[in-house]
């Protein structure tokens, strides 16, 4: 079975062809980094217009890629929900205008369960059952995965995400939009131990995060500023992100612990991140678990997730609907998913 997945929830339009038999055929991303960066952040009414303007042709570039014509699709899987509304309802217009004119069945897709199975589009993918740790810009939430559709919270951040915090940081110390990567440049040519920055809930005994504190910790070592070193912002982000690494590197291993399961898989934008990926390697490695991540290109927002999380969808027996629902799902909780 061959499914088009389109992904348009906030600032990438992404649009991939996955074939259950022969695997990822194709895909194209747009990234509306640039569109953004002089606003310091993602206009949603900008962002809407953009995916406008790039789906159609994107749609051909990646159809051409992938050797097979429309009228060879089986169904079109794109991103219901949760992102932006403006943002998603191009997609969801262009998905359900696209199918109903060849006549093809659509699948709606939870973001979140696309980045969250995106680690099995790797060379080597994880086996069911797992632990997932989906560290989007949206999204902070520990996950028991027993297979596709099965999903159980163990716990998720009480007001920032990982990725949020990230980029408001990265902002206070005067980098650009989106912050993380930049943020995470900056905190490596940083001197571990110059300031000690909180480690919010990581006594807390749950699987919860919060990193709104720690985004404040920041901005009073910035106002206070009393040192005019030319290395005090790379010092602050590294204190930022060992704070926030180490947070999230002792949940994941608890969650483990907690659930008796080997594999932990990583998914969402922060996942891209170096220091944590090393962290969380070193962490199970002493414990003798087994840490997945997605290719980095799959780590952020992209559509191979969205057409692969369709297909797996399919496999497991779930049955597409005819094209024509012109709904999106702008805040949708990924366990209304569960079971269905
Ligand atoms: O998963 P994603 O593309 O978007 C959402 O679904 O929210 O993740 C984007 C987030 C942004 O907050 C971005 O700053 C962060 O992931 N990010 C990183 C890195 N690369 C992307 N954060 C830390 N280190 C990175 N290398
Ligand atoms: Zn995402």
Request: proline share 6%; net charge neutral; charged share 20%.
């Amino acid at each position: 079975m061959r499914v088009l997945g389109i992904e348009s929830s906030c600032d990438e339009t992404g649009l991939a062809v996955y074939d259950t038999e022969r695997g990822l055929l194709a895909h194209a991303l747009h990234t509306q980094i640039a569109l953004h960066a002089e606003y310091g952040g993602v206009v949603p009414e900008l962002a809407s217009r953009d995916h406008i303007r790039r789906l159609v042709p994107l749609l051909r570039q990646v159809m051409g890629a992938s050797g097979c014509s429309l009228a060879e699709l089986d169904a079109v899987a794109y991103t219901q929900g949760p992102g932006l509304a403006g943002a998603l309802l191009v997609g969801c217009a262009f998905a359900e205008g696209l199918a109903a004119s060849l006549g093809k069945p659509i699948l709606p897709v939870h973001h979140l369960e696309g980045h969250l199975l995106s680690p099995l589009l790797a060379q080597e993918p994880p086996e069911f059952p797992f632990v997932a740790l989906l560290v989007s810009g949206g999204h902070t939430q520990l996950m028991a995965v027993a297979g596709v559709g099965k999903y159980e919270l163990l716990g998720e951040t009480l007001d920032d995400a990982a990725g949020e915090a990230f980029d408001k940081t990265a902002k206070l110390l005067g980098l650009g939009y989106p912050g993380g990567p930049a943020l995470s440049k900056l905190a490596d040519v940083g001197q571990p131990g110059v300031f000690d920055l909180p480690r919010p809930m990581l006594h807390s005994g749950d699987f919860n995060f919060s990193f709104a504190g720690l985004k404040t910790a920041v901005l009073t070592l910035v106002r206070d500023k009393s040192e005019d070193r030319p290395d005090f912002p790379a010092d602050v982000a590294r204190a930022f992100q060992d704070a926030l690494v180490e947070v999230l590197v002792k949940k994941s291993i608890a969650a483990l612990k907690h659930t008796g399961m080997q594999r932990l898989v990583v998914a969402g934008g922060v996942g891209a991140n170096r220091q944590l990926r090393q962290a969380l390697n070193e962490a199970a490695r002493k414990r003798r678990y087994r840490v997945y991540y997605p290719e980095l290109e799959f780590c952020t927002d992209n559509g191979a997730m969205i057409a692969f999380a369709g297909a797996m969808r399919l496999m497991a027996g779930a049955q597409p609907r005819p094209a024509g629902v012109f709904a999106v799902r702008p805040r949708w909780p990924l366990n209304e998913l569960m079971g269905a």
